[in-house]
């Protein structure tokens, strides 16, 4: 079992930044993270994944450029900066470890329970 437990989100002005971060527990093992989100009446959609053991990244066309996901290895914690953000950019943001760096989420094991990011304009 992997525990994971955002943290981070809040209410900003459009053009603001924000860095959520994810702690995860448990068990040691996982090939990749992803921050996904979701907002009201849409599909969860990945933004970024990153390969735990080699930080290989990998962006969403709406992150490339604006956002950046990085990881601790030795705190075990994922983050995800968030910069120049948009209205539309508001959603629940989960982080998810997973055996396979991919941008669906049926790939991914272990969740968490979410941070609210809005972004008013």
């Known amino acids: 079992q992997v525990q994971l437990v955002e943290s981070g989100g809040g209410l900003v002005q459009a053009g603001a930044f924000l860095r959520l971060s994810c702690a995860a527990s448990?068990?040691?093992?996982?090939?990749?993270m992803g921050w996904f989100r979701q907002a009201p009446g849409k599909e969860r959609e990945c933004v970024a994944v990153i390969t735990w053991s080699y930080g290989t990244t990998y962006y969403a066309d709406s992150a490339k450029g604006r956002f950046t996901i990085s990881r601790d290895t030795a705190k075990a914690t994922v983050f995800l900066q968030m910069n120049s953000l948009k209205p539309e950019d508001t959603a629940v943001y989960y982080c998810?470890?997973?055996?396979?760096?991919?941008?669906?989420?049926?790939?991914?094991?272990?969740w968490g329970q979410g941070t609210q990011v809005t972004v008013s304009s």
């Open positions: 448990g068990r040691s093992f996982t090939y990749a």
């Open positions: 998810a470890a997973g055996s396979k760096a991919s941008f669906t989420p049926k790939e991914y094991d272990y």
